[in-house]
């Protein structure tokens, strides 16, 4: 098992500093007006040569890449341009961070509360009218635009409920909503995959064997179907919870949530370098280690995987 | 068995039809079926794919599909009528503890996800009452029974670290562990290879001595019926054609069913000449069968066949078939000349 851990998490490394390489070298491609943020058009171009010598970019890219690399390992991404000047990124991403992140989790926590126990009774009533009623609302959020209920949401729910139109981080009432918009599409898809993993199980053989040695339809659910049934959902889990902390554009401009959301967006139409290449790089890495926890997890539930030598083998 | 041993009926199947709901269609699977299943005994139900054999005894065990139900006729065990079981409560009271069954196949009948030992243990648990350190001894034991060498490690292990015949041995000790009287053997060596399924064979016959189980055997490969079985019991399209012991059905079947299916042994092939199989295809059972349903496919047929449905005909105390050729105005017919010389050659091996 740590052999396997550790062989992964080297992969794992490996492709995280091949991204932030990438990422590094995409961005001098991108023009260099971008570093001079409001001041280029005051500056002469001698200016602005010393300006940007001044910031490493004349130094030759290699030693530039051993500079960012330096200032990542310190947890320096640099300052922000355009978006807040001078402000360093790391605490302009702070900042948002904590409300997607808060958001996100108890999205999570929501959708795994409702759509997997829901995913499990359609399995169960298969064909009957819960599981006809559950799987039209999936229809219906896999069909329709999410813009159109959310929408839909902020501006009939608001009225009805007499609920506050726009986020407000003193009023816990106000978390509400967002928090159900956001929650919609994930209970759907818990409870889509969960219904057809559990259908799946249903239909093996050893549930025949088990039932024919008498096991209680009960026990059967709780101990045999649900658990191999739960085991798919495993792998992509970590990466679920992580990208919460990205946060939802439409739901963090529609109720005006100071979340990540459209900071990506922001700072690139501000030609804010910086703080792009600071975003990137989280992305990707919560992405690489959303992964990597999934392998994980899926290795320590599911005893098929083969650990260590030969690599993994189902 | 014995001809001397008093025979007690532990099982008895009476006048059973069993219908299937379709796409809006009934089928009926199985089309009045009597039947005894006698203590000690092993039976051997044989029969081509869809000839209902396996219904007949997924409806023992209260294992038909949704769609099936049961709408005639009785199935006793032990004064129930299981026929008329429908609460799981009901069928727990049966499943297991006193009819048991090793499926088909080993490759896809264990957890993939629970340790071989907790999953025998998991029937231990529910039919013997034991628990802790007494159900952990109790499954070496039932492992050791099954054939399985260095038992404490293997009780730890995973069914994908298991071959194919192997696996099967942890399904018959799956079986066993429930502590049955009744132990059906659902096609228990198809999946396996020949040499593995002599082994499995020899194995059940071991275990029904020591456990004094009642076994059914359902197959469609005589090979296994010859090793194993005392009575066999020929099905074709839903009903029970002929039934007697084992050497009155090998060596003097009288259905032209049964005649077609033992030609259609490899060993009966002649060299160079293409192996016997029987033409045409089972008839519809969406339908309404007319007479006996083999008549169609039988080149003996007579014209009653198409009317009536034959009763049976008494051909000794175990051995009885329905087929009019067996009706004292019907023309004699001979079985055709190879399969002839077979039961010849067949009760002269018996006689010594």
Not at chain 2, 15 to 24: A, E
Not at chain 2, 175 to 183: D, F, G, M, Q, S
Request: charged share 20%; glycine share 8%.
């Amino acid at each position: 098992m740590l052999g396997y851990v550790g062989k992964r998490l080297l992969q794992s490394v490996v492709t995280l500093l091949v991204i932030i390489t990438i990422v590094f070298l995409l961005l001098r491609l991108l023009p260099e007006e971008g570093y001079l943020g409001a001041a280029a058009d005051k500056m002469s171009p001698e200016q602005q040569e010393i300006y940007l010598t001044n910031l490493g970019l004349r130094d030759p890219i290699l030693v530039q890449l051993g500079n960012f690399y330096t200032d990542l390992i310190r947890g320096d991404l640099g300052k922000s341009i355009t978006y807040r000047t001078d402000v360093p990124v790391v605490d302009i991403i702070a900042d948002k961070i904590m409300y997607s992140l808060s958001f996100g989790l108890a999205a999570v926590a929501l959708s795994i509360l409702i759509g997997v126990p829901l995913g499990i009774l359609m399995a169960q009533m298969k064909g009957r009218w819960l599981d006809r009623l559950g799987t039209g609302y999936i229809v219906f959020i896999v069909a329709v635009p999410s813009m159109v209920y959310f929408l839909l949401i902020q501006v009939y729910i608001t009225d009805i409920f007499k609920l506050p139109l726009l986020f407000d981080s003193d009023k816990p009432i106000s978390w509400l909503l967002p928090l159900i918009s956001l929650a919609l599409g994930p209970i759907a898809s818990y409870a889509m995959w969960m219904r057809r993993y559990m259908v799946d199980e249903l239909n093996k053989d050893y549930i025949k064997l088990a039932r024919a040695k008498g096991v209680k339809e009960r026990t059967l659910m709780f101990s045999h179907v649900m658990r191999n049934a739960f085991i798919p959902l495993a792998q992509y889990l970590p990466a679920t919870i992580l990208f919460t902390i990205t946060g939802s554009i439409y739901i963090e401009s529609l109720y005006s949530i100071p979340g990540m959301g459209g900071l990506l967006v922001d700072a690139i139409q501000r030609q804010d370098n910086a703080v792009v290449q600071g975003l990137v790089l989280i992305f990707s890495s919560l992405g690489i280690i959303g992964l990597f926890l999934g392998d994980i997890a899926m290795a320590l539930v599911d005893p098929r995987i083969k650990l260590g030598r030969g690599g993994s083998v189902r | 068995m014995g001809e001397t041993q008093k025979k007690t009926k532990i099982l008895s199947i009476e006048n059973l039809v069993i219908k299937f709901k379709l796409r809006g269609q009934v089928l009926t699977a199985i089309r009045d079926i009597s039947l005894d299943l006698y203590k000690g005994e092993s039976l051997a139900i044989v029969g081509e794919s869809g000839s209902g054999k396996s219904v007949l005894v997924k409806s023992i065990m209260g294992l038909l599909d949704k769609n099936g139900y049961i709408d005639q006729g009785k199935i006793l065990y032990n004064d129930n009528d299981l026929a008329h079981f429908s609460t799981e409560k009901d069928w727990l009271k049966i499943r297991g503890k006193e009819i048991a069954m090793v499926t088909q196949d080993p490759m896809t009948s264990l957890n993939p996800l629970k340790t071989i030992g907790k999953q025998i243990e998991e029937a231990v648990v529910l039919h013997q009452g034991l628990t802790g350190k007494d159900a952990y001894e109790k499954v070496l034991q039932l492992l050791r029974d099954v054939g399985i060498h260095d038992v404490e490690k293997r009780y730890k292990q995973y069914p994908h670290e298991f071959s194919g015949g192997m696996r099967q041995r942890i399904v018959i000790a799956i079986a066993i562990a429930c502590n049955p009287k009744v132990l059906i053997c659902d096609e228990p060596t198809t999946a396996l290879d020949v040499t593995i399924q002599a082994q499995i064979l020899q194995l059940l016959k071991n275990l029904q001595e020591k456990y004094l189980l009642t076994t059914i055997y359902i197959t469609h490969d005589l090979g296994v019926v010859a090793k194993v079985a005392d009575r066999i019991a020929v099905m074709y399209a839903g009903d029970i054609i002929e039934y007697g012991k084992t050497d009155e059905i090998f060596f003097n079947a009288k259905h032209p069913y049964t005649w077609a299916l033992i030609s259609s042994l490899p060993q009966l092939g002649v060299k160079g000449q293409e192996l016997y199989s029987i033409k045409g295809t089972p008839p519809n059972l969406f339908k309404e069968i007319q007479g006996d349903a083999f008549a169609p496919r039988n080149p003996y047929a007579l014209k009653i066949d198409f009317v009536e449905r034959p009763p049976y005909f008494k051909l000794s105390e175990t051995h009885f078939a329905k087929t009019w050729l067996l009706h004292p105005n019907a023309p004699t017919v001979e079985p055709p000349e190879t399969l002839k010389k077979f039961f010849e050659e067949g009760r002269e091996y018996a006689n010594g």
